[in-house]
């Protein structure tokens, strides 16, 4: 099950990196005393029957992880629509990926987008989460009520989009009308496209809130109450205790949310491009749609392969450089 | 035996509920009464603002579900109550599309990804968490890194197999990749799976068990609190699926929900003919049976997500 949108959460280097030791320690230890032939066989007996539990996944790996990442790379030196076989083409390709203005668009406005959306939506979710930790024990209404918005179909979203952010009578410029703003034209506007979308997005941090609020209430209660004593404000305890002890989720909802809005494709596609054509906006022409168009409106599945390969190494790089910066701002305890 | 199940399995590196911690930071231990005052106001000034932005939270969907129920002409006068209570807008959707149909393929697509791949990943995690072989860390690090690569790349060349199996214009490829696994749910279920009691299985082996039998009679329903979470998460991404129906399906009686409603939204607003009533209706058939399936779920849902279930 593949998508451009990543559907399901993937893990991230820093989820790996923290559970990584552990992981690794549970493999078969180094150390076994040499073994009698009874158990050499008991042995050999239980790697067969380990590896047929694992074999749905061997086979699902090999089948659908392992032959496309390769043939992905050969197709993205090719020039295939699907009907007649593909044409080996060399770098063109990514020739023409470099010099495309729409690839260029599609690239700035998804940056663009992820460079609002992340730090907006981990702020708000860790502020939520203080929130919800400082009410204390009952909760549960409120972290319902939170999470519920997660439970609306992506393309829902996009319809909501549309309907709420609507310059005319949609409910957000009606609000702002109270305070006597005077709201733009958020669904068509190409300046407020995005911060449209980011503002619906945060509609679903719920997820995250949850996470935070989980690794909130894990901070040992000793160390705000000695930097209580020691005379801390609520803000300067947040500040200097809470935080650096929350940085390693805090930085795993930043690597996991930037993974994703880097992908950002349903709730985009639905507020503004069709089927019919027509309602298009290159404000919101985000670079997983274009991929989705070169590949299965164009048919152009050379060229959109080598599009896919462009954004993993745009992940890969944006990934590893959080990492690099992590290194340096993450607290992991029992990492000394 | 699986009386002895523990009811919800502690997982390794699961974070306490730290009721504890709440607990001593808001017993108040004699303190002057001006502090109390203090905490008084505290206490309502956060239980009001969190009260507030539940109503953000949940606003979007009282006025989806209100606006269905009102004729075209007053979908944006933004009460909450109909003027005009209607009907109608259900009726138009369910003779514009074949909305029952749609229904039905979701469900089917539904339930048939959500059995197969937490069936198939519990297999592929009891492989992981109970077995101890060389190189298990490795392949158990492959799981893991496969979660990390963009479904784009590996997306054109999965559709270009289900074409050459000739099942494109199927409901086929959006459930039966299901049937090989998943990386994630292999290491949610892996590390429930880890925290079960070893001497429980050796005991039963001892009694003439076989593999097969430990596996599914015993340390299945052992994990049952994953196992639902499993097939609920797996639920969610089924059913809200739109980029898999987007590329596999051509013919319209094929399409799930999601799709439906977005061919709705093409029909009745993006070609500029607006009958917002339809979309509006079409988007609270789509939401409410996942509005339901939550509240039912509620307790493994968001337990889920804080024992680092769903980070989304």
Same mark, same amino acid.
């Given at each position: 099950m593949? @998508?451009?949108? @990543?559907?399901?959460?993937? /893990?991230?280097?820093?989820d790996l990196r923290a559970l990584g030791p552990r992981l690794l320690r549970r493999g078969g230890g180094a150390d076994r005393p040499p073994l009698r032939p009874g158990q050499r066989r008991a042995r050999r007996r239980a790697v067969l029957a380990a590896l047929a539990f694992m074999s749905p996944w061997i086979i699902g790996f090999l089948v659908f992880t392992a032959w496309p990442i390769g043939y992905s790379l050969y197709l993205s030196l090719t020039d295939y629509d699907v009907i007649n076989a593909p044409t080996f083409v060399g770098l063109d390709n990514y020739v023409r990926l470099v010099n495309d203005p729409d690839v260029r668009l599609a690239l700035g406005n998804t940056v663009v987008f992820t460079l609002l959306q992340v730090p907006t939506y981990v702020v708000l979710a860790f502020a939520l989460a203080l929130l919800l930790d400082k009410a204390g024990r009952s909760t549960g209404f409120f972290r319902t009520a939170f999470f519920l918005p997660r439970m609306t179909p992506p393309v829902a979203v996009g319809v909501l989009v549309l309907l709420l952010l609507n310059g005319q009578n949609g409910l957000l410029n009606v609000a702002l009308g109270w305070f006597g703003i005077d709201g733009p034209n958020w669904t068509t506007d190409s300046f407020w496209i995005k911060p449209g979308l980011v503002l619906m997005s945060l509609w679903t941090v719920g997820g995250s809130v949850l996470i935070m609020l989980a690794a909130l209430r894990n901070v040992p209660s000793e160390l705000l109450d000695a930097a209580k004593v020691d005379g801390a404000g609520f803000w300067r305890r947040t500040w200097h205790v809470t935080t650096p002890l929350v940085s390693g989720p805090? +930085? +795993?909802?930043?690597?996991?949310? *930037?993974?994703?809005?880097?992908? *950002?494709?349903?709730?985009?596609? *639905?507020?503004?491009? #069709? /089927? *019919? #054509?027509?309602?298009?906006?290159?404000?919101?022409?985000?670079?997983?749609i274009y991929l989705f168009q070169q590949a299965f409106q164009f048919f152009n599945m050379g060229y959109a392969s080598a599009l896919a390969w462009l954004l993993f190494l745009v992940v890969l790089a944006i990934t590893a450089v959080q990492l690099v910066v992590s290194r340096k701002l993450v607290y992991y305890e029992g990492d000394r | 035996m699986t009386a002895t199940a523990p009811r919800a399995a502690p997982l390794p590196g699961r974070?306490?509920?730290?009721?504890?911690?709440v607990e001593s930071i808001s017993t108040p231990a004699r303190r002057p009464e001006r502090h109390k005052a203090r905490r008084v106001v505290g206490r $309502? &000034?956060?239980?009001?603002?969190?009260?507030l932005v539940t109503l953000l939270f949940v606003y979007p969907f009282v006025w989806l579900l209100s606006a269905s129920f009102k004729p075209r002409s007053q979908i944006f006068d933004n009460r909450l109550v109909p003027e005009t209570f209607t009907l109608q807008n259900y $009726?138009?959707?369910? %003779?514009?599309?074949? $909305?029952?149909?749609?229904?039905?393929?979701?469900?089917? $697509?539904?339930?048939?990804?959500?059995?197969?791949?937490?069936?198939?990943?519990? &297999?592929?995690?009891?492989? =992981?968490?109970?077995?101890? =072989?060389?190189?298990?860390?490795v392949l158990f690090g492959l799981v893991l890194a496969t979660m990390m690569l963009p479904g784009a790349v590996t997306m054109i060349?999965?559709?270009? !197999?289900?074409?050459a199996v000739g099942l494109v214009n199927t409901q086929v490829p959006l459930w039966a990749g299901g049937l090989f696994g998943s990386a994630f749910y292999v290491f949610l279920l892996r590390q429930f799976f880890l925290g079960l009691p070893r001497e429980v299985f050796e005991a039963a082996r001892m009694d003439g068990a076989n593999n097969w039998t430990i596996f599914?009679?015993?340390? &299945?329903?052992?994990?049952?609190?994953?196992?639902?979470?499993?097939? &609920? =998460?797996?639920?969610?991404?089924?059913?809200?699926?739109? !980029?898999?129906?987007? !590329?596999?399906?051509?013919d319209e009686a094929l399409y799930t929900i999601p799709l439906g409603l977005k061919i709705l939204l093409d029909r009745f607003v993006g070609s500029g003919n607006f009958q917002w009533e339809i979309v509006v209706t079409a988007s609270v058939i789509t939401t409410l049976p996942m509005v339901l399936l939550f509240f039912l779920g %509620?307790?493994?849902?968001?337990?889920?997500?804080q024992t680092g279930g769903s980070p989304r």
């Open positions: 593949s @998508a451009v949108g @990543a559907e399901r959460p993937p /893990s991230t280097p820093a805090l +930085f +795993f909802l930043v690597v996991v949310n *930037t993974i994703g809005a880097l992908q *950002t494709f349903t709730e985009a596609y *639905t507020a503004y491009f #069709g /089927s *019919t #054509g027509g309602y298009g906006n290159d404000a919101a022409l985000f670079y997983a | 974070l306490p509920s730290g009721r504890e911690v $309502v &000034l956060v239980i009001a603002s969190l009260s $009726v138009t959707v369910w %003779q514009e599309a074949p $909305v029952a149909l749609w229904l039905v393929n979701t469900l089917v $697509v539904t339930a048939l990804a959500a059995v197969s791949v937490t069936v198939s990943s519990a &297999l592929v995690a009891w492989g =992981f968490a109970y077995f101890r =072989f060389r190189g298990r860390g060349p999965t559709y270009l !197999i289900w074409d599914w009679r015993m340390a &299945l329903p052992m994990c049952k609190p994953a196992i639902v979470l499993t097939l &609920l =998460f797996e639920v969610q991404a089924a059913w809200t699926n739109l !980029i898999g129906p987007l !590329i596999y399906l051509r %509620q307790r493994y849902f968001v337990d889920g997500v």
